[in-house]
């Protein structure tokens, strides 16, 4: 993504892990999917990584359809065969408005509704939508993108409590500082590593970090430096309705538990070309990363990269 310097997309991320056992477990490792700078994953929603479950085939029941012109995707069909579909799952229209990128966005869903991320099928856009996508491989609208990528509708309340938070306490400002005037310095070194500084808003500590120049991008993200931090963000998340999210995300993927290891805001205005890679392997399907988007610049490319799980698309 590009744009001016003064805008920049700003998210917060929540990185849990099961903590218990899930009641259908993976038979394989499980590798979180990709942001468009992290192998994480979100949409217009937020989204997180689950473990594979087993279900029966579930008769759909529609609400009426928004719009004439919307396009229906039903998930329990023999494209997805080879994939183990969520027993709440139904079929949702693609959202009515103005189409962007390749991934179907499910519109009139209630909050807490767990989806997976489907590609969209690029003939079905009217000749009067504009669209920006990178699938050419029209024939795989409707099919699943990766079996550990999903979506989840957010509550209403959840990103004003997390952009009153982040503007009272002046995290917004300094990643204007950081995406534009001020930004952390790159590693010289062509590893992966990471630079970072100690920052203070109110009393408490965070840690501000930049990637690896390798990454060709001015993502800088800013997590709690110490226990008491994060469990102000964690208590901030919770009074947004953030647990009854974790609840419904856990009721979905059938475990028993959950527990938030790692909280950051992220933000990013320029990036060359988008670093896919993955945070965590071989966790079993039980790490997980939530990413709520806060602030998205408009007119923009799809901000999101997801790779296809079969067919290796982009």
């Known amino acids: 993504m590009k744009c001016i310097d003064i805008f920049y997309t700003l998210a917060a991320i929540a990185s849990f892990t099961a903590a218990g056992n899930a009641s259908a477990a993976s038979s394989s490792s499980a590798e979180v999917p990709s942001s ?50 969520l027993t709440n799952q139904n079929c949702f229209h693609d959202t009515t408005q103005q189409l962007i990128g390749d991934f179907v966005t499910p519109t009139n869903l209630p909050p807490g509704r767990v989806t997976p991320i489907l590609w969209r099928n690029t003939t079905t856009a009217s000749s009067s939508t504009t669209t920006s996508s990178s699938n050419t491989n029209n024939s795989n609208g409707g099919k699943i993108v990766s079996q550990y990528a999903f979506q989840i509708t957010l509550p209403p309340t959840l990103v004003p409590t997390l952009l009153n938070y982040t503007s009272h306490l002046g995290i917004i400002d300094k990643f204007r500082d950081f995406t534009s005037t001020s930004p952390i310095p790159t590693q010289s070194d062509d590893n992966d590593t ?36 994060h469990e102000e963000y964690l208590r901030v998340l919770f009074s947004g309705g953030f647990g ?71």
């Open 244 to 314: 009854t999210l974790l609840d419904k995300i856990g009721q979905a993927i059938q475990l028993d538990g959950l527990v938030a290891y790692h909280l950051t805001f992220l933000a990013v205005s320029n990036s060359v070309v988008g670093y896919t890679h993955y945070d965590t392997t071989a966790t079993g399907g039980r790490v997980y990363n939530v990413i709520i988007p806060l602030l998205l610049e408009d007119d923009v490319p799809p901000e999101l990269i997801l790779v296809d799980d079969v067919t290796g698309e982009r």
């Open 36 to 85: 468009k700078e992290a192998k994480k994953i979100s949409s217009s929603s937020s989204s997180c990584s689950a473990n594979d479950q087993t279900c029966s085939p579930q008769q759909s029941s529609l609400s009426p359809s928004p719009s004439e012109e919307s396009h229906l995707y039903c998930v329990d069909t023999s494209i997805n065969s080879e994939y183990e579909i």
């Open 194 to 229: 990471h630079n970072g500084k100690f920052v203070t808003f109110g009393s408490n500590r965070w840690y501000a970090q930049r990637p690896a120049k390798k990454w060709k991008s001015n993502m800088h993200w800013i997590s709690p430096a110490d226990e008491r931090t």
